[in-house]
């Protein structure tokens, strides 16, 4: 209902009638408005449990097989207060025992049959069908779309739950846990937990993957700045800076909200995410991207395996990514300041997916069941992260210095001449993209968001990545998170399988704690520059709106 109310105001807030012309129109449009209510209403329901294999249509091959080695029917997970707790530790701290017992889990889930859900491959395939337009409820459009929305991180949750409880399973061993890839930490030790676990690097090892970005050989900090290609040649050092302050903007200042967070809402039968939570983006995507082969050959993919939502699941590496992104899922919610719960919505807590258990048998989880981790009897190891305070000293967060260091009288000229934008203005990988937004009213409650919408991307079979800084017109596509004017990012990555995209797109980020920490909280209007990072040709992208609202999560208002 608040979300029916918020629709009513919104049409209210447009200008009072004047007349009684207006007047009428008014009502017709409230009514037509009322109307599309009905709908809203009937459009914001949950996903309900997708029947694996049944509802499965591949074009990736990517259906679970049929019939498989479980029995007939969906249970309802329900807690095991029983089961051990299971603790995950970082992949680069393991022990002797615990790496040997890793590498055995990935031999065993590597011999397992075809025929059998639990099997590598099918892990591979589960999340391939989840992922590319692969499961079609009947009398439905359009099919389920885990990513580019809130789902994003319940959903990867409960699958690494069932494949850690499938490798307990089959190593029998029920305090089995799945390690944690500590990319989120730059601080100079010995063994470093910014570059990948050596373990997975041995080609002997059963966690090995052979297509992957052979310029971690090189270079092999993760470069969270970069969407897969050519090797950087940026130092550890202006690496370890640079995503310090990358995961700072993405977790900290900018996504301070339920909403910026987890990403735009989806519900049943919408046509694809309307748009990723900040963190799915950026580091989460580039992480996966740097890991994936840019050279990789067909019968591959460029950027397989960990860089294509087909086959990222088959690099044992993706899980370790993944119980990272778990973990930070936990720290985001204990950072201070800002609204950071879960979004507050019943569609987004009774949603229920359908994976395989231990012993092989489907079962159907609830959003709800996976909100609280201690209740799944899992915990993570303490381990530093001091991205939290921008890798500086606590208090010191905002004393960074800036790229474009300019004196109050200058940020009013640049404002002063800076044009607003143009609907046909065009973001391309040659010239980057700056124009002003006025700010509204300042508001004591919520967050101050700058929202894009009627995002226009020519060909909607390739992708395109955006990055956004805030008072710094000379950023260049080479420009990187280093400079604390970056704001955010946003990459389009298409899904095989339904060439096209939902035009309702998103991209948000928030703006109010980003002037704050750069000092220009006082300014009435925004500089905003926009470059396009895409390999070259990329594409030229234009975009119907920009303004600022306030985000008021975690009422639901989107
Ligand atoms: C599994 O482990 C338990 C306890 O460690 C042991 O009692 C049992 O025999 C083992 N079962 C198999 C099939 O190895
Ligand atoms: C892999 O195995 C081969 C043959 O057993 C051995 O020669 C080589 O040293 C091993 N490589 C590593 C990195 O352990
Ligand atoms: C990576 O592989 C590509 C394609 O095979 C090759 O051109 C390039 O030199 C390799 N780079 C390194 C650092 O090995
Ligand atoms: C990378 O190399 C280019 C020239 O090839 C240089 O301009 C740039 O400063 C280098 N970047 C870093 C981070 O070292
Ligand atoms: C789980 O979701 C189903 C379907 O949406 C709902 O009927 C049920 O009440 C939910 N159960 C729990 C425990 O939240
Ligand atoms: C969603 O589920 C969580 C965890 O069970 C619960 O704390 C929360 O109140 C629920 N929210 C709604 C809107 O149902
Ligand atoms: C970028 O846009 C400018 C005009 O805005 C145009 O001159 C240039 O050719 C474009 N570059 C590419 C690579 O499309
Ligand atoms: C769209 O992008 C795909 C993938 O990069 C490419 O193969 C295709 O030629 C492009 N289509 C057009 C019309 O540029
Ligand atoms: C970024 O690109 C510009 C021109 O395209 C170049 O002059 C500069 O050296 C590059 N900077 C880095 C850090 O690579
Ligand atoms: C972008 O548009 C310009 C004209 O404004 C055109 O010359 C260029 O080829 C276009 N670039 C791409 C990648 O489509």
């Known amino acids: 209902m608040s979300r029916v109310m918020s629709e009513v105001s919104g049409h209210l807030g447009r200008g009072s009638p004047q007349n009684s012309v207006m007047n009428c129109f008014f009502w017709v449009l409230l009514v037509v408005s009322m109307t599309s209510l009905v709908f809203v209403a009937e459009a914001t329901l949950p996903i309900p449990a997708p029947n694996i294999p049944e509802q499965c249509n591949s074009i990736q091959n990517c259906c679970m097989p049929s019939p498989y080695t479980g029995t007939a029917g969906i249970r309802l997970f329900e807690f095991e207060p029983n089961q051990p707790w299971r603790t995950r530790r970082p992949a680069h701290l393991l022990s002797q025992f615990e790496l040997d017992r890793l590498e055995r889990a990935y031999d065993l889930l590597r011999a397992l049959p075809d025929s059998d859900p639990r099997s590598l491959l099918n892990q591979k395939n589960l999340h391939c069908l989840y992922c590319n337009n692969a499961l079609y409820y009947p009398g439905q459009k359009y099919p389920l779309e885990i990513h580019n929305g809130w789902y994003f991180l319940?959903?990867?949750?409960?699958?690494?739950?069932?494949?850690?409880?499938?490798?307990?399973?089959?190593?029998?061993?029920?305090?089995?846990a799945l390690p944690f890839w500590a990319w989120d930490n730059q601080q100079d030790t010995n063994p470093p937990s910014n570059v990948i676990p050596p373990q997975y690097t041995n080609p002997n090892s059963s966690l090995y993957?052979?297509?992957?970005?052979?310029?971690?050989?090189?270079?092999p900090y993760v470069d969270f700045d970069t969407r897969g290609g050519i090797c950087t040649n940026k130092t550890a050092d202006y690496m370890r800076v640079q995503n310090d302050r990358l995961m700072y903007t993405q977790l900290v200042v900018g996504s301070p909200t339920p909403a910026l967070f987890y990403g735009q809402p989806y519900y049943f039968g919408d046509f694809g995410g309307k748009g990723p939570g900040t963190f799915e983006d950026s580091p989460h995507g580039a992480v996966h991207a740097w890991v994936g082969d840019p050279y990789a050959q067909p019968p591959y993919e460029v950027l397989d395996d960990m860089g294509n939502f087909q086959r990222s699941a088959y690099d044992p590496v993706f899980y370790?990514?993944?119980?990272?992104?778990?973990?930070?899922?936990?720290?985001?919610?204990?950072i201070p300041g800002g609204v950071r719960t879960h979004p507050m919505s019943k569609a987004f807590n009774q949603s229920q997916f359908t994976f395989y258990d231990e012993n092989a048998n489907l079962v159907k989880m609830n959003v709800s069941h996976v909100l609280d981790s201690d209740l799944l009897r899992y915990k993570f190891e303490d381990f530093p992260a001091p991205w939290i305070t921008n890798g500086v000293k606590a208090g010191k967060e905002n004393t960074v210095a800036l790229c474009n260091p300019i004196s109050a009288s200058a940020v009013n000229s640049l404002i002063s001449k800076t044009p607003k934008h143009g609907s046909k203005d065009q973001i391309n990988v040659t010239i980057p993209y700056t124009f002003k937004v006025g700010r509204p009213a300042k508001s004591r409650k919520g967050t101050e968001v700058l929202e894009f919408s009627g995002i226009s991307i020519p060909n909607a079979t390739a992708n395109v990545d955006l990055k956004v800084y805030l008072f710094y017109?000379?950023?260049?596509?080479?420009?990187?998170?280093?400079?604390?004017?970056?704001?955010?990012?946003?990459?389009?990555?298409?899904?095989?399988?339904?060439?096209?995209?939902?035009?309702?797109?998103?991209?948000?980020?928030?703006?109010?704690?980003?002037?704050?920490?750069?000092?220009?909280?006082?300014?009435?209007?925004i500089v905003v520059t926009v470059v396009q990072t895409t390999a070259p040709p990329g594409q030229n992208i234009t975009f119907d709106k920009a303004r600022i609202f306030y985000d008021l999560s975690p009422r639901v208002t989107l």
């Open 154 to 176: 319940p959903w990867h949750r409960m699958f690494l739950y069932w494949h850690e409880r499938i490798i307990a399973k089959v190593l029998n061993d029920s305090t089995f």
């Open 209 to 219: 993957d052979p297509i992957r970005n052979n310029c971690s050989l090189v270079n």
């Open 320 to 334: 370790a990514h993944h119980s990272n992104v778990d973990r930070i899922w936990n720290l985001w919610l204990n």
């Open 473 to 525: 017109p000379q950023a260049l596509s080479n420009s990187t998170a280093w400079c604390p004017e970056y704001v955010g990012a946003w990459d389009f990555i298409p899904h095989i399988g339904q060439a096209d995209y939902n035009p309702k797109r998103l991209w948000r980020v928030a703006v109010g704690p980003k002037l704050k920490q750069i000092g220009k909280d006082y300014v009435k209007s």
